[in-house]
């Protein structure tokens, strides 16, 4: 449910928007491969936060092969290349902060010690790319004040604002799936935008709105609680077995 508004929030720095948007990688363009994308993306932050060593090298490689093609051209209103930690850094500082928000809509708060613990372990979505280890900001606190500081790059203009809305309503897949779930997933993904990134996407947002989604979150994480976990990570397994399974047979990874 948080996926699309985690994407809005990296594309929201004009360099990886456009570094998506323009991307000449045929295989990585989610409106003409949505399932090969959405596994690709979804086995990259399984294998980030849980993989060996060894396959997250191997998840490199096939990201680097993907990224390497990834630059502005000369008609590109910013300059870009998906080599830039920076712009890496950005991506995985997003990725991090969607855990935390899904983590607090749905079971609340962190501690202070485990937001530490968790947020050490979350420089792996980073540092599985390009990002070096110590730029990761030393602990949460400083993390905070890297947030804050980059959050002045954000800008989203009408071309990405364009994209980024047809994302959220899933019109990448099918047309039933699109009417049917578009709406609501669109609802999702407005309440868990911060609201500098709602603004924006031009996104309304009422006190109403934050009620339902509050009561919907609250449920879901009540729900997900009492799910044992072997049927709760399902997901996370099948993908990890799915990666391996490639690593084995020699088929590409991205």
């Known amino acids: 449910l948080a996926g699309a508004a985690n994407v809005i929030m990296q594309l929201?720095?004009?360099?990886?928007?456009?570094?998506?948007v323009e991307?000449?990688?045929?295989?990585?363009?989610?409106?003409?491969?949505?399932?090969?994308?959405?596994?690709?993306?979804?086995?990259?932050l399984v294998v980030a936060a849980r993989g060996t060593e060894e396959e997250q090298a191997q998840v490199r490689k096939g990201v680097n092969r993907a990224h390497a093609k990834v630059q502005s051209?000369?008609?590109?209103?910013?300059?870009?290349n998906a080599f830039d930690p920076e712009l890496q850094l950005w991506v995985a500082a997003?990725?991090?902060?969607?855990?935390?928000?899904?983590?607090?809509?749905?079971?609340?708060?962190?501690?202070?010690?485990e937001s530490e613990y968790f947020y050490q372990q979350g420089a792996t979505f980073g540092t599985t790319l390009q990002v070096?280890?110590?730029?990761?900001?030393?602990?949460?606190?400083a993390f905070d004040e890297y947030?804050?500081?980059?959050?002045?790059?954000?800008?989203?203009?009408?071309?990405?604002?364009?994209?980024?809305?047809?994302?959220?309503?899933?019109?990448?897949?099918?047309a039933v799936v699109s009417r049917l779930f578009g709406r609501l997933n669109l609802f999702?993904?407005?309440?868990?935008?911060?609201?500098?990134?709602?603004?924006?996407m031009h996104l309304t947002w009422t006190p109403k709105d934050q009620r339902r989604f509050d009561r919907t979150m609250s449920t879901i994480g009540?729900?997900?609680?009492?799910?044992?976990?072997?049927i709760r990570e399902l997901p996370y397994i099948l993908l990890m077995r799915d990666l391996r399974r490639r690593m084995r047979t020699g088929k590409p990874l991205v």
């Open 12 to 20: 929201s720095h004009p360099a990886v928007g456009y570094g998506v």
């Open 23 to 44: 991307s000449r990688v045929e295989s990585g363009q989610i409106f003409r491969h949505p399932i090969k994308r959405t596994r690709t993306t979804l086995t990259y």
């Open 73 to 80: 051209g000369p008609d590109s209103p910013v300059r870009y």
């Open 94 to 113: 997003c990725i991090y902060r969607g855990f935390e928000d899904v983590h607090r809509s749905m079971h609340g708060e962190l501690t202070a010690t």
């Open 132 to 141: 070096p280890k110590e730029m990761w900001p030393d602990n949460r606190a």
């Open 147 to 174: 947030w804050e500081k980059a959050l002045a790059n954000v800008s989203i203009d009408d071309t990405i604002r364009e994209y980024l809305v047809s994302l959220a309503k899933v019109e990448f897949m099918p």
């Open 188 to 200: 999702f993904t407005t309440g868990f935008l911060p609201p500098l990134f709602r603004d924006q």
């Open 222 to 230: 009540a729900v997900s609680r009492r799910i044992p976990v072997t």
